[in-house]
């Protein structure tokens, strides 16, 4: 599946030391399936750092949602343990992760 990674700069790699804690769900490399809401990001990223943002197109495979070898979450909307989930990880002040997930859909 094609999903896109709005940004400030060019992204060839994952580098998780430029990821910022206390986010929705969590430190991570943040992409979504829509490619209008990576532009309102690159916007908004841009603004922040004086450049004009740039869109990364990447290709996920989705198998790796059903890989042992990575704890996953799936929200199927926006349901209470979805927001719980926000909550914990927005006001997670621990030096280390709110949560062991390597994927949250």
């Keep these: 599946m094609k999903v896109y990674h709005g ?6 790699t994952i580098d998780f030391s430029f990821c910022r804690k206390r986010r929705d769900f969590g430190r991570g490399f943040y992409v979504t399936k829509l490619l209008s ?5 690159t ?3 841009g603004e922040d750092n004086d450049t004009e943002g740039v869109v990364t197109e ?8 059903e890989d042992d070898d990575f ?3 799936r929200f199927s909307g ?6 719980d989930f926000i909550v ?13 997930y390597d994927l949250v859909e």
Excluded: C, G, M
């Design 58 to 65: 990447l290709e996920f495979d989705e198998d790796f949602f």
């Design 43 to 45: 916007i908004r990223k």
């Design 78 to 83: 926006y349901t209470d343990k979805w927001l």
């Design 88 to 100: 914990l990880n927005r006001s997670n002040r621990k030096d280390k992760p709110a949560h062991d």
């Design 37 to 41: 809401q990576a532009k309102y990001r």
């Design 7 to 12: 940004s400030y700069t060019e992204t060839d």
């Design 71 to 73: 704890k996953v979450i």
